[in-house]
């Protein structure tokens, strides 16, 4: 089996700031495996203001056996979501990404045993632009 973790469950960012996130993902299996991610965020109409710069996400994922990698998610909220009045009382994103094997990837069971898919998730806690707090 595999493992596909975010090592840190929370991250706070306000709109416009820049945030640094991490999956770690693990190959327990006894052979080399490629895969992909795909992503979700909750609620689904904060989807338009949230950005990736740098994602993991980008391209396929290649892990040997035994090997263990945090891939990075650069990312930020865009500054409009504090102006929307939709987004008013929204104070938590959660970013949800899910771990698929290549299709071309013999090995995959290998990483994920029987399952054809490893998931995992991040909350994003947002802060109104106007907050005397800026948590980053």
């Known amino acids: 089996t595999g493992k596909f973790v975010p090592p840190q469950r929370e ?5 416009g700031e820049t945030a640094l996130a991490f999956y770690r993902a693990k190959n327990t299996g006894a052979r ?3 895969g992909m991610a795909t992503y979700s965020v909750t609620p689904d109409h904060v989807a338009p203001y949230f950005n990736k710069i740098q994602c993991f996400c980008f391209e396929e994922q290649r892990l040997s056996k035994g090997e263990e990698v945090d891939m990075p998610l650069f990312f930020f909220i865009d ?3 504090s102006r929307d009045p939709a987004m008013r009382n929204i104070d ?9 094997r290549a ?10 045993g029987n399952q054809s898919k490893a998931s ?10 106007n907050s005397a ?3 980053a």
């Not at 991250?11 to 709109?15: L, S």
């Not at 938590?92 to 698929?100: A, E, G, M, N, R």
């Not at 299709?103 to 994920?112: I, S, V």
């Open 11 to 15: 991250v706070w960012v306000g709109p």
């Open 32 to 34: 080399d495996v490629t």
């Open 79 to 81: 500054p409009e979501f």
């Open 92 to 100: 938590d994103v959660v970013l949800h990404y899910t771990f698929f």
């Open 103 to 112: 299709k071309h990837d013999q090995q995959h069971e290998q990483l994920f």
């Open 120 to 129: 995992e998730e991040i909350s994003t806690t947002t802060v109104p632009a």
């Open 133 to 135: 707090s800026t948590q």
